[in-house]
């Protein structure tokens, strides 16, 4: 099975940025503990600042790969292009976010992925990208 976790803006900082909300593990370091965890699978990491970036990776892991995993960030509030691109793929995407966006700001309540996703889960910290993988796992063994 082949997945890729794709992450927006500022996501790259994880470890040091509002380490209150967000922990104090980089995400390199978060995805080699996936990576040996999940050794069956082709695993893939991807970031990106820029909106544009976010939606080519999309579109070409959209008709090749088993399962996104798209942690959009800020755009995830902002964005209808990573919202159409999402839509506009065949691989399914499963939205993620390592904090309770839901408990935070108001504009953070509004997603533009979750329409065209397959599933969200968010809110439980790092190990949310952790239980998108298993939602994976689990549908190819259905
Ligand atoms: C986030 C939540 C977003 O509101 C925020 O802009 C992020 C991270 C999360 O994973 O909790 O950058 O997507």
């Known amino acids: 099975m082949k997945l890729i976790v794709i992450n927006g803006p500022n996501l790259n900082l994880l470890g040091k940025r509002e380490t209150a909300i967000y922990g104090t593990e980089t995400f390199q370091d978060f995805f080699s503990t996936l990576q040996f965890k999940f050794q069956e699978i082709d695993l893939e990491y991807f970031q990106s600042n820029i909106e544009g970036a976010l939606v080519t990776k999309i579109q070409e892991a959209g008709f090749d790969y088993d399962g996104i995993i798209l942690n959009a960030a800020a755009y995830t ?66």
């Open 77 to 142: 509030h902002t964005s209808i292009a990573i919202g159409d691109a999402v839509k506009a793929i065949e691989t399914p995407v499963v939205e993620v976010h390592i904090s309770n966006t839901f408990s935070r700001e108001d504009f953070r309540h509004q997603s533009y992925i979750s329409a065209g996703a397959k599933g969200v889960i968010l809110g439980f910290g790092l190990q949310s990208y952790e239980l998108a993988i298993q939602s994976f796992i689990l549908k190819s063994k259905v």
